[in-house]
């Protein structure tokens, strides 16, 4: 029987190669009649507002974020820019390679899998469409939960729903919105994905503290998991310091 008997994941730079804005969010920008430039400045600085869907859908979403970069678009260009958005953002994401193998290998050692990601509306429209929603039985996603990482109600959220303690749950991410230690206030084990193609990423309060185990590929997390005697309380070693992935937990 394994330590851990579920993996929680983040979604963006995790499960997802890591995200840059493409060209297609100008189309958004044009559409609005916002110059590309100013509506990424808006959308940067107010990330967190919109992830947790206090604004309102995603056209009143949208809509406030006019206002803040100062236009006003018709009714029909704000409902063109909501489809345009979803697009851009839809290209944008890319699984990884080894994130559907990953999910299905931990599922066949018997265990749970969820997703805990800060989001905005667009994901919640995407994800039913992804080969890794069959994969994933719970989804705590911030637009609809209220609350962005590094709340520790989030996880815990997740670890409810799947009726485990939190100390039985394993966390990955790549460190954005502080959620590694956020997880671990939330009383789970947390591990950063440091995949190489991270440098690149678009990331908002990074965990620029965090000392904690690091994974170079997503399918070490099975690696992982199969010698989660390592983690037990009181073990010292590799797992307990910041390693590579393949000397981080043996």
């Known amino acids: 029987m394994p330590r851990f008997q579920a993996v929680l994941f983040d979604f963006y730079g995790t499960l997802t190669c890591a995200v840059q804005r493409g060209s297609a969010h100008g189309t958004t920008a044009e559409l609005l009649g916002c110059p590309p430039e100013v509506f990424v400045n808006v959308l940067n600085r107010t990330y967190y507002q919109r992830a947790t869907g206090a604004l309102g859908t995603a056209e009143a979403t949208l809509r406030w974020v006019c206002a803040q970069a100062g236009v006003r678009p018709s009714a029909e260009a704000l409902r063109s820019a909501v489809i345009a958005r979803f697009r851009a953002i839809r290209a944008d ?78 966390y990955v991410g790549d460190g954005g919105s502080q959620e590694l230690t956020g997880a671990e206030r939330a009383g789970l084990r947390a591990v950063r994905l440091a995949a190489p193609d991270l440098a690149g990423h678009l990331t908002f309060n990074p965990d620029t503290g965090w000392t904690g185990p690091e994974l170079a590929s997503l399918a070490d997390v099975v690696d992982l998991i199969d010698r989660a005697d390592a983690w037990s309380p009181g073990a010292t070693g590799p797992a307990a310091h910041h390693q590579p992935a393949e000397v981080s937990v043996g």
């Open 93 to 170: 994401t890319r699984l990884r390679a080894e994130a559907v193998p990953t999910l299905a290998a931990l599922r066949q050692r018997g265990l749970r899998i969820g997703l805990v990601s800060d989001c905005t509306h667009e994901l919640p429209a995407l994800l039913p469409q992804l080969p890794i929603n069959p994969l994933l039985d719970v989804r705590v996603l911030s637009v609809q939960f209220g609350r962005c990482k590094p709340d520790p109600e989030l996880y815990r959220a997740a670890c409810r729903r799947l009726g485990l303690a939190p100390a039985t749950c394993l």
